[in-house]
């Protein structure tokens, strides 16, 4: 049983991570605290069985990486604004979500900076998606990291981020596939929330 668990962390580690996420939006008011800790031990276990892809200079990243987010930031607020015109009530959701778990101090965006993202992506890009291309297609593995990401943002409760998590998933894991280079991604990640947190925030 132990051989199994350890050649296959799928497994196990895919309730864990589900599980932690549930603890992180179980109590808005411990919030930062949980998420942290969540991703800290995603991050840990993604460390220590994956290997970091980085095959683009430090420039390159940078680069790619403002024109990457600055792309997925608008894909989201184009869907933002289309999800508006029907009716789905999207911006009520939108609201209550930017009030509860958005960024509101400097340590907010520090952990951000240095934890959440970096972790998110370690996690669920560099080593569910590789865990995945094991047993499927690579186009695959990354639907089905997308489709977990979006599952554990459920815990959020509200849908608009499921969807967001989805679509941001794909194109993260897309943009992996192709140029191989964790910064990149952490880059891009970090672009699209400065866009959607500070610069431009939904509701637009």
């Known amino acids: 049983m132990f051989t199994l668990l350890k050649r296959h962390t799928l497994i196990w580690l895919l309730p864990l991570s589900l599980y932690l996420y549930h603890l992180a939006f179980e109590n808005t008011a ?3 605290y949980m998420h942290t800790f969540a991703i800290l031990v995603l991050m ?3 460390l220590v069985h994956y290997s970091v892809f980085d095959e683009l200079k430090t420039w390159k990243s940078l680069i790619y990486g403002l024109v990457f987010g600055t792309i997925i930031y608008a894909i989201l607020a ?3 604004l289309v999800f508006d015109v029907l009716p789905l009530n999207v911006e009520g959701p939108v609201s209550s979500l930017q009030t509860l778990f958005a960024p509101t101090s400097i340590w907010h965006y520090l952990l951000l900076m ?3 993202v970096p972790g998110e992506e ?3 890009r560099g080593y569910i998606q590789q865990q995945l291309k094991k047993y499927m297609k ?3 593995a990354i639907l089905g990291a997308s489709l977990l990401f979006g599952v554990a943002l459920a815990f959020s ?3 608009p981020s499921i969807v967001a998590g989805i679509v941001a998933g794909i194109l993260l894991g897309l943009l992996y596939e192709w140029k191989r280079s964790m910064p990149l991604l952490i880059i891009t990640h970090l672009v ?3 866009l959607l947190f500070i610069v431009l925030p939904l509701p637009l």
């Open 192 to 194: 699209v929330l400065v």
């Open 78 to 80: 184009i869907g933002y």
């Open 44 to 46: 840990s276990i993604a």
């Open 138 to 140: 690579p186009p695959f």
């Open 122 to 124: 370690l996690f669920w």
């Open 114 to 116: 240095f934890v959440i």
């Open 157 to 159: 409760g509200f849908w």
């Open 30 to 32: 411990i919030f930062w």
